[in-house]
C-alpha cells in the first residue's frame, strides 16, 4: 500500500519553543493533501497566541477533531469555532460527560469547559459528525472511534470518576486518536491515550489492515504507570520495530527515559513549535 505524506505541528504542548506558549495540555495542526486538521485544543490560553506566531491560520482548518473530554484538550474549542465557521467537529458522542479526577477525598472537575461545551452543541448538524466508530477523514487519515481494551496491563492512567464522591469511575470511552497511512507504515497520533497505547496501535491496525507501524506521537499517560506496564509496552513496540516515538504532555519523564533506554534515538521529545514530516 502507498501512503499519503503528511506533517503534524505541535501547537500546544506542556514545553515550548523561546517565544510560544506552554501549558499543561496537547494540540496538532495537521497538514494533509485535501486540507488541514486541528486535533485537540489544549487548555486555552496558548493555541491562538502559537497559532498566530507560527503563521497557521486557524480558520482554514478542515476538521476539529476531539481526543476525549478533558479541559486540558478541549479549552480552546470555542476559540477555534469563532474563528471558523466551516470546519467540521468530529468527537465521540461521551464526550460531553461531568468528569472529575479525585485524590485524597479531593474533586476537581477536569471536563470540558462550559463555554467550549456549548459551542460545540451549538454547531449546526451538518458541522457535527458525533461517532463511536472509527470516521475516515480525509484518504489515508482517520480516527479510530472507540478503542476495544484487550491488553491486560493498560488502564486510563489516573484517578478518573463521573461523580465527585468518587464511586463511579470514568472508563473514558471516548478516547479516541488519529491514524495515517504512510509508505512506511503506521504513524499515529493520540491525544491522551487513555484506552491505552499498544490497545490504541491495534485498532488502528484493525482499521486499516496495515501491521507495519512507522511512528507514535502525543500524550501516553504512563506518568502513573506500572513497571510491569512500562516493560510490556517497551516490549511490544520493539517488536513492531516502531521508527519513532514522540511523548508529549502526560507521557510522564520516567516513562520516557524507560523507553529512550529501550528504544534508543528512536524515542524523541517534541515540544510546541516543532513539526514532524512523516
Not at 495542526?29 to 486540507?35: H, Y
Not at 467540521?88 to 476537581?108: K, L
Not at 461517532?131 to 486510563?156: H, K, Q
Amino acid at each position: 500500500m502507498t501512503g499519503s505524506r503528511f506533517s503534524a505541528t505541535v501547537l500546544v504542548e506542556n514545553s515550548a519553543r523561546e517565544g510560544l506558549a506552554a501549558e499543561h495540555g496537547l494540540a496538532f495542526w495537521i497538514e494533509t493533501p485535501q486540507g488541514p486538521i486541528l486535533f485537540d485544543t489544549g487548555q486555552g490560553t496558548a493555541l491562538v497566541n502559537n497559532a498566530g506566531r507560527l503563521n497557521l491560520d486557524l480558520g482554514a482548518a478542515h476538521f476539529l477533531v476531539i481526543s476525549h473530554g478533558h479541559y486540558d484538550h478541549t479549552g480552546a474549542a470555542d476559540q477555534i469555532l469563532a474563528r471558523n465557521d466551516k470546519l467540521m467537529a468530529v468527537y465521540h458522542p461521551e464526550v460531553f460527560r461531568e468528569r472529575y479526577s479525585v485524590r485524597i477525598d479531593t474533586a476537581r472537575p477536569i471536563g470540558i469547559p462550559p463555554a467550549c461545551a456549548a459551542a460545540l452543541r451549538a454547531l449546526p448538524p451538518q458541522r457535527v459528525c458525533a461517532s463511536a466508530a472509527p470516521v475516515e477523514l480525509v484518504p489515508d487519515v482517520g480516527t479510530t472511534g472507540e478503542i476495544p481494551r484487550g491488553t491486560p496491563y493498560e488502564n486510563t492512567g489516573g484517578p478518573f470518576y463521573l461523580d465527585a464522591a468518587g464511586t463511579v469511575p470514568d472508563l473514558i470511552p471516548d478516547d479516541q486518536s488519529i491514524w495515517f497511512l504512510t509508505d512506511k507504515g503506521l504513524v499515529v497520533i493520540t491525544g491522551c491515550a487513555h484506552a491505552g497505547l499498544i490497545n490504541t496501535v491495534h485498532q488502528a491496525r484493525r482499521i486499516t489492515g496495515e501491521h507495519r507501524v512507522a511512528g507514535l506521537i502525543g500524550g501516553f499517560h504512563l506518568n502513573a504507570a506500572s513497571e510491569t506496564r512500562l516493560e510490556e509496552t517497551a516490549r511490544v513496540l520493539m517488536d513492531w520495530n516502531v521508527g519513532f516515538v514522540m511523548p508529549c504532555h502526560c507521557s510522564g519523564g520516567a516513562a520516557t527515559d524507560f523507553m529512550r533506554a529501550a528504544l534508543g534515538a528512536r524515542v524523541l521529545s517534541p515540544t510546541a513549535g516543532d513539526t514532524i514530516e512523516f
